[in-house]
Nanobody, 122 residues
Framework: QMQLVESGGGLVQPGGSLRLSCAASGRTLSRYIMGWFRRAPGKEREFVGCITRNGGDTYYADSVKGRFTIFRDNAKNAVYLQMNTLKPEDTALYYC???????????????WGQGTQVTVSS
């Protein structure tokens, strides 16, 4: 069983930056494709981005492309989401998740963290 724990959320002003971390335990992270999702109040959970096992490829939702970057450190069993130029519409609960196959749907991901709140507001 894999446990995922997100951290790094908080309150930030529009235009600011945050880096979210996701620490894994129980399984070797390098076996998994890692994804980030978010759920805004009153909305469905949506794909933010994902990264392949060796970090060689990343994929992003159009809404965050060019502003968010996913990277991973398999030696530390961790994956990160660097968020720049944040907008109020980025306000959401952010989750990391692990999958054995590449996909952008939550259905591909078998392990999930509890989430960390990001609020973008002045």
């Amino acid at each position: 069983q894999m446990q995922l724990v997100e951290s790094g959320g908080g309150l930030v002003q529009p235009g600011g930056s945050l880096r979210l971390s996701c620490a894994a335990s129980g399984r070797t992270l390098s076996r998994y494709i890692m994804g980030w999702f978010r759920r805004a109040p009153g909305k469905e959970r949506e794909f933010v981005g994902c990264i392949t096992r060796n970090g060689g490829d990343t994929y992003y939702a159009d809404s965050v492309k060019g502003r968010f970057t996913i990277f991973r450190d398999n030696a530390k069993n961790a994956v990160y989401l660097q968020m720049n130029t944040l907008k109020p519409e980025d306000t959401a609960l952010y989750y990391c998740a692990a999958a054995l196959s590449l996909g952008f749907s939550p259905a591909f991901y078998g392990y999930w963290g509890q989430g960390t709140q990001v609020t973008v507001s002045s």
